[in-house]
């Protein structure tokens, strides 16, 4: 009997071609003589008139080939992914005027990209300064400078909850919070990249495109639309991609312009986004006000929550302004019983980056909320946070469960990972160790966080194309339509392959993210792979096996149902070890029939799928200096069925990392003219190895019963559980002074200034009235509300 490869660890087999250097990343491709480059005249002015536009000086620079503004190009304004606004458009080229620092004005197009970038300076731009508001919340208030005068305001999308009678009547206890989700850029390895090759006459492909994409197929179509092309004319490839985490969704500005310049010169063009570049350029991250209201009874039992939501939608209404609308709101129960909701939301224009997904996109920021209303109400209350949890869990027989706000968990078990990091972590030690400090009057005090959380994933969509085809030379190749940026999919899928037809998994080859031989696909993103694209390549292996057993039993003279995969990876007869074929015999025999070993197909789970987890943050907090340090860090991820456990580690590594990042130190922002200044990382301060603390992660496995696999996403849940865990384990080191809550990221001048505040007698109040604009809004379901997708 042949053992299982499914939960076992296998090493990663794309990385040695990363580690020597072979990557082939959009910037490094060889792609031939006469290959032009890019460069972009971008606005230093948040919110500016232009008033002209003098470029014969760069026109005539040398190795200059053109500079071309909006009216030279006449790209139509377009949305990157998803339309919150339609009238909030971007025109790729500025027209009229520019919306944020960074705005693109002019783009130059020459022989190399020195001469592009050096032509730059010599393009005259005429500004009108107009007034900008930074500030989402001033955004709204009325006589806010509108971005859109058509509008007549910045209020680019909202909507309110229509319930009977007050989600807080019932409560015999209230707290209240006023909580910034602020603003991230996703800063992935490799920034945005594009190279764009028109066809000569004949060729099957009018234009060939290598693009940094999460989304291929996806792309591709986005473009086609907006060019009047046609999508199977054009063949749209993502090579090896640095990095995407939401970033790298849809046809940005600078792609846009990209197609349009090769196709006006019939010349290949190239762009490589700088450092500084994307930290302006691609969209940001979070980026949400949240008023959050948690009503309780005194024994710990909630009875309703009021959330009204500002989703900071940047310029051009980006479309992670109103993932508040979405992923936010069909998570806003989280793990737990609430037996009403009321949940508004307003998404508003600013003058600054416009704002897309980062990992988790509008889930983490339902988590951050939730679970810092959890906190609040556990000290309210005086009942260990913990304690707090497990009395207002969903049940594990519960399940499928619907939420008051709609949304059906498929399967979960959130008090089992609970106590599993409870235990792991030692959180009674924990509590001791506290305590010992507190009592010693040690300056340097612990902190003990808990985050909680479920997430959706597949949820833009639950279909997928796979396809898998055995060889006559023994080996086989497997190609699906996601499209793997680091996530370990070649290793993954190999498995899937292996598991099924016994085939060494170096023998397996893997083809994503070229739509000339890949049909079909939705990409990756929402933590959507191996639960849609495994599943298809599993199924379509599945389907070969059927055939290479049918043809089995007609070679060796047996029944079909007689036929297995033998412990050496052969195809015979169970129990006769002599009778046994190849796969390069079986694929050779099907080729002569004219009946390759090859099945593509396609799969539909049905529905999203919801991984869960519980994380224990444990930090240092200095009571003098403000200053925090990450001491230990403890999670329990459940995604269902585990496939390889180390791949699952490292996505709950990097995970952790990111969530920790958010909590303590990554933060963008603008001076009060709407100046980035965040614009290096030198100022945005990503972590390094250095500053984090060991991790120790453990899984649960509750198989979803929504595809063959039992899995569900896990690329983005590490985040979701651990940036809370780290918000709560800051605040909590300072409880015993009386401070409730301090916004992330919890910088040492914003700590010391709570401890500072507490100390003198005077805690900052974490609540104040959300702004009038919530009673204006649209109720929610009469339409208006802007669809949302994996990202």
């Known amino acids: 009997m042949r053992g299982s490869l499914i939960g076992t660890e296998v090493r990663r087999v794309e990385d040695p071609e990363l580690m020597r250097g072979e990557g082939t990343y959009v910037d490094n491709l060889d792609l031939g003589e006469g290959l032009l480059h890019l460069a972009f005249v971008r606005s230093p002015l948040p919110h500016a008139a232009i008033t002209g536009v003098e470029a014969a ?47 693109i004005v002019a783009v ?39 971005q859109f005068e058509e509008l007549g305001g910045n209020l680019a999308a909202g909507v309110r909850s229509e319930i009977e009678g007050d989600p807080l009547a019932d409560a015999e206890v209230v707290v209240r919070a006023r909580i910034e989700n602020q603003r991230l850029a996703v800063v992935p390895m490799e920034g945005n990249a594009i190279a764009v090759l ?18 291929p197929h996806i792309w591709r179509g986005l473009t086609a639309t907006l060019f009047g092309l046609d999508p199977e004319r054009m063949r749209v490839i993502a090579p090896h991609v640095g990095g995407g985490f939401g970033g790298k969704a849809g046809i940005v500005a600078e792609h846009s312009v990209a197609v349009a310049a090769a196709r006006t010169l019939n010349r290949p063009v190239k762009w490589s986004e700088t450092r500084s570049e994307n930290l302006i350029g691609m969209p940001h991250g979070r980026a949400m006000v949240q008023y959050a209201e948690l009503g309780l009874r005194r ?22 302004g109103a993932l508040a609308m979405g992923p936010s709101y069909s998570m806003a129960q989280g793990v737990y019983r609430i037996p009403k909701i009321g949940y508004d939301v307003a998404v508003a224009l600013t003058n600054t980056t416009p704002v897309g997904a980062f990992r988790g996109a509008g889930r983490p920021e339902a988590s951050a909320l939730l679970e810092r209303m959890i906190d609040l109400a556990a000290v309210e209350l005086d009942i ?16 499928p469960y619907e939420t008051v706000v709609g949304t059906v968990y498929d399967c979960g078990d959130y008090q089992r990972s609970l106590d599993e990091v409870l235990r792991i972590s030692d959180y009674p030690g924990l509590r001791a160790e506290q305590a010992r400090r507190l009592a010693e009057g040690d300056r340097r005090v612990l902190g003990i966080g808990l985050g909680s959380y479920v997430e959706i994933t597949a949820g833009g969509g639950a279909q997928e194309w796979g396809s898998v085809t055995v060889h006559e030379d023994g080996t086989a190749t497997a190609a699906v339509g996601t499209s793997g940026h680091g996530q370990g999919h070649a290793t993954s899928f190999a498995m899937l392959v292996s598991e099924q037809l016994g085939i060494p998994i170096e023998a397996i080859k893997f083809i994503q993210a070229d739509t000339a031989v890949v049909p079909r696909g939705g990409g990756t993103g929402g933590s959507r792979s191996l639960q849609l694209g495994g599943s298809a390549v599993y199924a379509a292996a599945g389907k070969v096996l059927e055939q290479a057993r049918e043809l089995a039993a007609e070679l060796l003279e047996a029944s079909a149902d007689d036929i297995e995969v033998t412990d050496d990876g052969q195809v015979g007869v169970a129990g006769v070890p002599d009778r ?33 987890g519980s994380h224990v943050a444990v930090v240092e907090v200095d009571l003098d200096t403000g200053f925090v340090r990450p001491l230990r860090h403890f999670a329990v991820d459940d995604c269902g069925r585990v496939l390889n456990p180390l791949i699952v580690r490292g996505q709950q590594h990097g995970g952790i990392a990111q969530g920790i990042a958010q909590a303590l130190w990554e933060h963008v922002t603008f001076d009060a003219d709407g100046n980035p200044t965040t614009g290096t990382l030198a100022d945005y301060t990503v972590p390094t190895a250095a500053d984090l603390p060991p991790y120790d992660v453990a899984s649960t496995q509750t198989p979803t019963p929504l595809n063959a696999l039992g899995a569900k996403g896990i690329g ?60 204006t809004l649209p109720v929610r379901g009469a339409g208006g509300e802007p669809e949302t997708a994996d990202i």
């Open 716 to 775: 983005e849940a590490a985040t979701i559980g651990a940036t809370p865990a780290v918000q709560n384990a800051v605040v909590d080191a300072l409880s015993h002074l009386g401070v409730r809550h301090v916004d992330m990221p919890c910088t040492p001048e914003r700590v010391w200034r709570a401890v500072a505040a507490a100390s003198n007698g005077r805690p900052t109040d974490p609540w104040r009235e959300p702004p009038a604009i919530f009673a």
């Open 384 to 399: 260990d946070p913990a304690e707090l949890r497990r009395h207002n869990f969903v049940g594990s027989d519960e399940f």
């Open 198 to 215: 028109p066809g000569a006459p004949g060729e099957k492909f009018d234009l060939t495109v290598y693009v940094s994409t999460q989304m």
């Open 299 to 320: 024994d710990g039992t909630i009875t309703g929550l009021r959330i009204r939501v500002i989703g900071d939608a940047g310029a051009y209404a980006g479309f992670g």
């Open 580 to 612: 046994t074929l190849s796969w390069a015999q079986l694929a050779e025999a099907a080729a002569e029939a004219g009946n390759p070993l090859s099945v593509a197909l396609d799969i539909d789970q049905g529905g999203a799928t919801y991984p869960f």
């Open 108 to 146: 130059v197009v020459a022989e190399s990209k020195a001469a592009a970038v050096d032509a730059l300076e010599l393009v005259e731009v005429d500004y009108e300064p107009l007034p900008a508001v930074i500030d989402p919340e001033e955004a709204l208030a009325e006589g806010a400078p509108a």
């Open 57 to 103: 000086a760069a026109r005539s620079a040398p190795g200059v080939v053109a500079v071309y503004t909006a009216d030279d190009l006449g790209i139509p304004a377009h949305h990157s992914f998803m339309a919150v606004n339609d009238v909030c458009a971007r025109p790729p080229l500025a027209q009229g005027k520019v919306r944020f620092v960074g705005d």
